[in-house]
């Protein structure tokens, strides 16, 4: 078996240490399922854990629609309707939100279902086991926040293409406008690599 890094390693724990921030929404219509979860759940992140608890997909469906929860372990079966279809009602462009969908048995459709309507993940609860479940949570996680930070960087380059435009459309513009736009973030206004690179090589020469 292969050993974790350190950094692996940190950023599990960074994950486990940072639980307590988190609101968990347990939506299940099963008292037992409920409580081995809960148990679970408990394990990984200790006993104070913020957690809520949905019986019923009209339950759900309105304390779902505050948005008050960060992480959402949902079942699959919730009587005439499914946890994809709460999933699908629910979850919006861009949401921040983690929705991880739960059920009795390994199927590829509903777990191929599950990942079109924005679950980040399937587990199937006769396999679950709390090393498994916090795996699955800090990888949902860490997936939500490459996601957002994907989301960060084309909202940056949508404002630097009109930063440019607007420069570009002044007539009085000046090469050094021009270069800076060119040479530099245009969220951070720090240089960005087309400006490193020759400096570095510079530098190397004259070393």
Known sequence: MQNLSAQDLSHAQDFVDHAAEKRILI???DEVDF???KRLLKQIFGSDLNLDVATSWEDADRILDRREHDIHIID???GARSGIDLIRSTIKDRDPRIFILLTGQEDRQVDLAATRVGALDYLVK???TASRLERC???A???MNQRQMLFDQADAL???KRATEVVLARPEASATEYRSLAQHDQLTQLPHRRMFVPKLQSGMESA
């Open 158 to 160: 949508e404002d630097a």
């Open 137 to 139: 949570l800090r990888f």
């Open 27 to 29: 939506v299940d219509d």
């Open 76 to 78: 699959y079966s919730l």
């Open 141 to 143: 996680s860490e997936t």
């Open 35 to 37: 409580i081995i979860l």
């Open 126 to 128: 006769g396999d679950l």
